[in-house]
């Protein structure tokens, strides 16, 4: 069973969404996910500052 993940932080940046969290290994993480309809992309970093520049930076692809 995958142990469910509490976010806390979260933050907009136009459709992205940023949030942070605890990794099972007890080390800070943050997520970014566009919730844009049929975009799909999301992805993790140890910094905050990535997590930002990954999200300002983030263009959807056309479908």
Known sequence: MAR???????????PVQIGTYRDHLGRTRHATACTNDGCG????????????????THRCRPA
């Open 4 to 14: 469910s993940e509490n976010f806390h932080s979260v933050s907009h940046v136009g």
């Open 41 to 56: 992309w999301s992805s993790d970093y140890s910094s905050r500052a990535a997590a930002s520049l990954a999200a300002r």
